[in-house]
C-alpha cells in the first residue's frame, strides 16, 4: 500500500521515523492522523518515542526484523519504551546516528566505512546479518543516500555503475536508482518502506512514486 503525508508540514518522513517489517519509530509528538496513515500503509505498529529526547528518530534509528539498533544516547526510559514491543539495543561509537549510516534488510547491511570494527561486529549479531562497509552515491552516510526492503532497493541517483553492481549482490535484489520530494537524491530520507507498503512526503511526485514501486518490487 502506498500513501503521501507530511509530518507537520515537513517531507523528511525518513528523518523523523523508522520503519521494519512490524512496527515503526515515530516522534512522540506526532499527531494520531499521521501514526493512522503510517500503520495502514506499511501495515506495522507504531512505537511512538524520541531518543535522546529528540524527534528525529529515523536518523538515530536502523533496524531490521530482530530489532533496532538505536543511538548510544538513547536514554533508559526511551528504550525501555520500545523494548515494550521489540527488542533494541545502542550503537556506541562516534558514527551513533544509526539511521543515516546504516542500510540494513533482513538479510544484509551496508554501513559508514568509517564505522569501528565493533560497532559492526555489534549490527552483525544483534540483527543478524552480513555487514559490509560502502557508499551509496559515493556518500558515506549511506542510510539516508538509499533504501531496502527485503524485497528490493532504491538508491540515489548519481550511484555508479560499481555500487549498484555491489549492493544488487550484497543484498541480492534489484537495485534501481530514484529520487523523492521533487528530486531530492537522498531517498532514505524521504522515504519510508517495508516489504509491504511505503510512504512519502506528499512533495513526491507520481513520477517518483512509479520508480518506487518498480525499485522495491510492489508490481
Not at 517489517?21 to 493512522?36: K, N, Q, T, Y
Not at 533508559?76 to 527488542?87: D, F, G, H, M, Q
Amino acid at each position: 500500500m502506498e500513501h503521501r503525508t507530511n509530518l507537520q508540514g515537513i517531507s523528511v518522513l525518513g528523518v523523523f521515523a523508522r520503519c521494519i517489517e512490524d512496527f515503526v519509530l515515530v516522534p512522540s509528538e506526532a499527531d494520531d492522523e499521521f501514526i493512522r496513515i503510517i500503520e495502514n500503509a506499511l501495515s506495522v505498529t507504531a512505537i511512538p518515542t524520541s531518543i535522546d529526547g529528540s524527534s528525529v528518530v529515523g536518523s538515530l534509528s536502523c533496524g531490521n526484523s530482530k530489532g533496532f539498533m538505536i543511538s548510544e544516547r538513547v536514554n533508559e526510559s526511551e528504550l525501555a519504551r520500545i523494548r515494550k514491543y521489540v527488542p533494541a539495543k545502542r550503537l556506541k561509537g562516534i558514527y551513533t546516528a544509526a539511521g543515516n549510516n546504516v542500510l540494513v534488510n533482513d538479510t544484509a547491511a551496508l554501513v559508514h566505512p568509517n564505522l569501528s570494527d565493533e560497532a559492526v561486529e555489534d549490527i552483525g549479531k544483534f540483527l543478524d546479518v552480513e555487514v559490509h562497509r560502502g557508499t551509496v552515491g559515493g556518500l558515506k552516510t549511506v542510510g539516508m543516500a538509499g533504501c531496502v526492503t527485503n524485497t528490493g532497493m532504491l538508491a540515489h541517483p548519481r550511484s555508479n555503475e560499481f555500487e549498484l553492481e555491489r549492493l544488487g549482490e550484497i543484498f541480492g535484489l534489484p537495485v534501481d536508482i530514484g529520487t523523492v520530494n521533487l528530486g531530492s537524491p537522498l531517498v532514505g530520507s524521504g522515504l519510508l518502506a517495508n516489504s509491504k507498503g511505503y510512504v512519502v512526503g506528499t512533495e513526491t511526485t507520481g513520477h517518483e512514486m512509479g520508480r518506487i514501486v518498480d525499485a522495491l518490487g510492489y508490481n
